[in-house]
């Protein structure tokens, strides 16, 4: 997509057009107007405070808003990009919410998994070792993230393959209200097992993440039932939809730059800024999430409405060539690297610390383990799952 939208920053950057479900939307795709919108709290999450009840109605059907919206049976009715999860909700939600697991997420907290995903790697890539080849989407880049965000949560092992397919339906079908509909069986099923997962933590609390968000729950006027479902949802997809790209899109970077692999096999030290690199050059999302006109706000000579719809290409803003030098070159040495990929403002991505570290161990580990590495495939035969919100393969078939 990268020169489709080099000629849409040049002709029109803030550009109308009219989004599935036919509504208006705008299109950002300066890294400037992009920055401003991710920061700027006239731009809001939830949509009620944007939109009038006729727009409401309009947009998401009889779903419940306000108080009748926080029962657990409403919230797991509710598609995901509808959510009351930090990532749909302003302040003061947003603050509260977020503080609920801030400190998990922390550098220095995250720093203490280091080993844990570094014996997952290792372990992952022992059970294909043998082999010669693997598919690195589905044998590493996937199961990887998955492992460690379940861990955190304290969700049994057994338990993993069922996310595949759940995470999979609101990832593919974001942003699309009629994709929810004919998906009815598996988001119920997502949402039965949500509720046995939770009353089987309530019986037998642990040292998890999980265990600590239901102690917040009870204890009353920090967490709401439907808010315990949405942020145990937005974790768990969060936590692995996106960093499986950043590995599997990271490698093909490398092994379709073979100067750039040898470079960052010289010299280990580069992984921290080859991470940043692969997340500027070919991020995980193409845009970023939902988000309203909360005021009329004028933007490069466009007026934008209370109440419009707003997308922010962070695909497009971080290959703006008025911000980074050579945007179209991957160099794992680039200095002074202020891609959004993480966002901005107060929504920047809680898990990044976690996202970096995972990223590093887990590309620094196959490049020691399998140094011979490379694609299977011609470039051309990959394929790319649908949607707009995720950069991400189907599969990257490598022979090692
Ligand atoms: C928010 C990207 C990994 C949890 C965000 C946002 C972006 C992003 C762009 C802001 C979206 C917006 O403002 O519309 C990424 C990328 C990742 C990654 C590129 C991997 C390379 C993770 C991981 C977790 C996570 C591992 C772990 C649980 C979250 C949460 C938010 C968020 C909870 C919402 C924060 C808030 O609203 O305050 N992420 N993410 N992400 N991310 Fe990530």
């Keep these: 997509p990268y020169p489709v939208f080099a000629n849409v920053r040049k002709d029109d950057p803030v550009k109308q057009v009219i989004l599935p479900g036919n509504r208006l939307g705008w299109l950002i795709t300066r890294y400037e107007d992009a920055e401003l919108a991710l920061r700027d709290a006239r731009f809001v999450k939830d949509p009620q405070r944007a939109l009038s009840s006729e727009q409401l109605q309009q947009q998401f059907g009889n779903i419940p808003m306000g108080q009748d919206a926080d029962s657990e049976d409403v919230a797991l009715r509710r598609p995901a990009f509808f959510e009351r999860h930090m990532l749909g909700v302003d302040p003061p939600n947003h603050t509260r919410l977020r503080s609920l697991v801030n400190l998990s997420f922390t550098p220095r907290f995250i720093e203490r998994w280091r080993e844990r995903i570094q014996a997952i790697a290792n372990e992952l890539l022992a059970s294909v070792e043998a082999k010669g080849t693997m598919d690195l ?30 995470s999979n339906l609101f990832i593919e079908s974001s942003g699309d209200p009629d994709s929810f509909r004919q998906n009815a069986e598996q988001i119920a099923a997502f949402r039965e097992y949500l509720r046995y997962l ?96 909360g005021e009329d706000v004028e933007l490069n000579g466009k007026l934008l409405k209370r109440g419009d719809y707003v997308v922010v290409i962070l695909a497009s803003a971080n290959h703006d060539e008025e911000t980074f030098k050579n945007p179209e070159t991957l160099d794992i040495t680039r200095q002074d690297n202020r891609h959004l990929a993480f966002g901005k403002g107060i929504h ?53």
């Design 137 to 166: 989407v589905n044998d590493f880049a996937f199961p990887l993230p998955m492992l460690v965000i379940t861990k955190m949560l304290g969700i049994p092992r057994e338990d993993q393959d069922k996310f595949r397919v759940w």
């Design 198 to 293: 939770i009353d089987k933590k309530r019986e037998q609390p642990a040292e998890d993440l999980l265990s600590s968000l239901i102690e917040a729950e009870t204890a009353g006027n920090k967490l709401s039932q439907g808010e315990l479902i949405s942020m145990v949802s937005l974790l768990l997809i969060a936590g692995h939809e996106t960093t499986v790209n950043l590995i599997s899109n990271g490698m093909l970077a490398l092994l379709q730059h073979l100067e750039q692999k040898e470079l960052l096999q010289q010299d280990p030290a580069l992984i921290k800024s080859a991470i940043e690199e692969f997340l500027r050059f070919h991020g995980p999302l193409m845009t970023a999430t939902q988000r309203w006109m």
């Design 348 to 400: 920047y991505c809680l898990g990044a610390p976690l996202a970096r570290l995972e990223g590093q161990i887990a590309i620094s580990t196959l490049l020691q383990r399998f140094p011979h590495i490379r694609l299977a495939v011609a470039p051309e035969e990959l394929t790319w799952r649908p949607g707009a919100l995720i950069m991400g393969l189907r599969s990257l078939p490598v022979n090692f």
